[in-house]
């Protein structure tokens, strides 16, 4: 079993689940979650030794956390993940997903081992298979405050201007999934592959799987689901992929004009304020931080892309994304 912990036995915490975590958001997160006393964290991974090496070193105590293998790029290792979880025997109060991949040099697509497209795969399926997989579980839970959140980017939304640089996101009328995306087929809108969309294009499906989320689920299970953009954490490993001219330019870019720069441990301590404080208990928002906040506000709901806002739309990604997952 692909389990790292030193407390598999239940306590008095609420645990959250968070994917990513080997590093970036994702492990500032976790020990943010960690700092507050009151948390226990599964943290979810590809790699279980390098996330245990960071943990170590960002100091999140041994006690407080889990680490569980999963690569959402592989819907049989998101299943794998849930049945190990579910061994744990703990209840789970918070999901947040929140790892993803962006590789943007890419010429020729690459593909999950079930022939799909694999920043799709990635960011999207796997979250989405997750999602569902879970929901019976935070259903289960006695606490009165449950959230499941996913985050989200300006790049969704060609209103912002991560969505007015080309390729701009637009997944049309999801005919490559409508057409099963397995291989040849690598965008979602069935067009030629084009790397940097087929991310952006992802994360449009992120905030529309939280929207349907929160339209099928929320009245019945008091769930709260949201999305959320922290700011741009220009240091991320996210960008590890990226021209290494970029990498070092676009932090300064950030910082001194834009004016969007957050560190990753901003971020992260961001996250945890959208799972655990009162403030952000609204099911159905998209909260952000992004250059159009006002000044002086912690943060605001946002309005998402035209496709992001689609409910039609949305529940077409929704019954095809089951469909491409293997659910009913």
């Not at 499906?205 to 929320?218: A, F, P, S």
């Amino acid at each position: 079993m692909g389990v790292y912990s030193t407390n598999m036995v239940q306590d008095n915490k609420s645990t959250v689940i968070i994917t990513g975590t080997s590093s970036g958001v994702g492990l500032y997160a976790a020990k943010a979650f960690a700092d507050r006393g009151n948390w226990h964290v599964i943290m979810a991974c590809r790699d279980i030794e390098k996330t245990k090496k960071a943990a170590q070193e960002v100091g999140i105590p041994e006690k407080s956390y889990t680490i569980l293998h999963l690569d959402l790029g592989s819907l049989l290792s998101v299943r794998k993940f849930v049945a190990d979880f579910r061994t744990t025997g703990r209840t789970l109060e918070a999901l947040v997903c929140n790892a993803a991949i962006y590789m943007p040099l890419l010429k020729e697509p690459l593909f999950s081992p079930e022939g799909y497209e694999l920043s799709v795969a990635t960011n999207h399926l796997g979250h989405f298979l997750l999602c569902n997989l879970l929901l019976p579980d935070m259903q289960r839970s006695p606490s009165s405050d449950r959230r499941m959140i996913i985050l989200g980017t300006v790049t969704h939304n060609p209103k912002e201007l991560g969505g007015k640089i080309p390729p701009r996101p637009d997944i049309g009328d999801l005919k490559g999934f409508e057409d099963g995306f397995m291989d040849p087929i690598t965008m979602i809108d069935g067009k030629k592959f084009e790397p940097v969309k087929a991310y952006k294009d992802s994360k449009v499906c992120n905030v529309l799987t939280m929207k349907e989320l929160h339209r099928r689920y929320h009245e019945s299970t008091g769930i709260t689901f949201t999305s959320l953009y922290p700011g741009c954490v220009a240091e991320t490993p996210l960008f590890r992929n990226h021209y290494p001219l970029f990498q070092k330019i676009f932090p300064l870019f950030q910082r001194y004009i834009t004016g969007g720069y957050v560190s990753q441990e901003l971020a992260g301590e961001r996250v945890v304020q959208v799972v655990a404080d009162p403030e952000f208990k609204q099911s159905g928002a998209y909260w952000s931080w992004g250059n159009r906040q006002k000044k002086g506000r912690k943060s605001f709901v946002q309005e998402v892309s035209k496709d992001a806002s689609d409910s039609d739309k949305a529940e077409k990604m929704w019954d095809l994304s089951m469909k491409l997952v293997g659910l009913n």
